[in-house]
């Protein structure tokens, strides 16, 4: 994923980051997921691994750095431990601690493995008498439909969201969005934290808050991504939720420590049918949910 010799990724990501309509690698929390992505491959693979100090929370300095030729490159380089402050930032560390955590299983050391990484779709196969594994993602910048080629039929379990999927068809097709990966295990491992995968963005860092708010999504109707914006008045935990019109709980979109300030998330609701829904806010004591309409 890197090497000693050459740019960090995610400043290659911020500088020349590929794009197609709003989907734009070079905008920070997409860049920030595409580091994610790139992980989900780099660390399940068998074998030592090595990454620039802060690239687990997304070192976005160059390697050449501060005159930005090859004069420069063995200068020292900022010290960031700030980053860790970011939510999207921290979300990358906590992706990639659930990365390394995997490397305890005996699969994720196996030396049966095969792959396929040669085009924007990428997968990874890992057989080994304790479980299969099988990871596929999307490296391009609009959704593709990927053949998963699971090796067997049977239960397998997704290891972030924790979800099951019975596979009748090993080569039925699954549709990805841009950036959008798959751990997929035949035993059913801890699930990591909730909301890790997702992004948070900060908007309008000069307005200072006055109160707490909860806007409408935008668009609404929409399909299959909708934005959703909100202010935080005090620092302090926050989470954001997803529930269907029975009050059931469906997805957890945001859930750690926010200081106070003005986001915005994005909401993918590919794997929901079409509906209206709704979704909460809670920070301290301030509670508001609002309804929105998914039409495919």
């Not at 990501?13 to 690698?25: R, W």
């Not at 040669?118 to 890992?126: D, E």
């Not at 959008?180 to 808050?209: A, N, S």
């Not at 998330?265 to 929105?292: N, Q």
């Amino acid at each position: 994923m890197e090497s000693h010799d050459e740019e960090r990724l995610m400043y290659k990501n911020l500088e020349f980051g590929n794009s197609s309509g709003t989907y734009d690698i070079k905008n920070f929390p997409i860049a920030i997921q595409r580091m994610k992505l790139a992980g989900a491959f780099y660390f399940t693979i068998p074998g030592p691994k090595m990454i620039w100090q802060f690239g687990e929370l997304g070192y976005d300095f160059s390697i050449n750095y501060p005159c930005m030729t090859s004069d420069c490159r063995l200068d020292p380089k900022p010290i960031r431990w700030d980053y860790f402050d970011d939510g999207n930032r921290k979300n990358l560390y906590k992706v990639f601690q659930a990365l390394i955590d995997l490397r305890v299983y005996e699969a994720f050391n196996s030396n049966t493995y095969t792959y396929n990484l040669s085009s924007y779709l990428k997968r990874i196969t890992i057989s080994d008498s304790t479980m299969n594994v099988n990871i596929i993602g999307n490296f391009y910048v609009t959704q593709l439909n990927i053949n998963p080629q699971f090796p067997n039929t049977g239960w397998w379990y997704d290891y972030f969201t924790g979800d099951s999927i019975d596979v009748t068809d090993t080569q039925a097709q699954i549709l990805l969005q841009p950036g959008e990966f798959h751990i997929y295990t035949t035993v059913k491992l801890p699930t990591p934290e909730e909301g890790i995968l997702l992004d948070v963005e900060i908007i309008d860092e000069q307005t200072i808050p006055t109160e707490y708010l909860l806007q409408q999504n935008y668009p609404n109707p929409f399909n299959p991504t909708t934005t959703i914006r909100f202010t935080i008045l005090d620092p302090g935990f926050t989470s954001l939720k997803v529930y269907d019109i029975l009050g059931r709980e469906l997805e957890t979109l945001l859930g750690e420590d926010l200081s106070s300030g003005n986001y915005e998330i994005i909401f993918d609701a590919s794997r929901l049918s079409s509906g209206v829904y709704f979704y909460k806010l809670t920070s301290g004591e301030f509670t508001e949910s609002k309804k929105m309409l998914l039409l495919k």
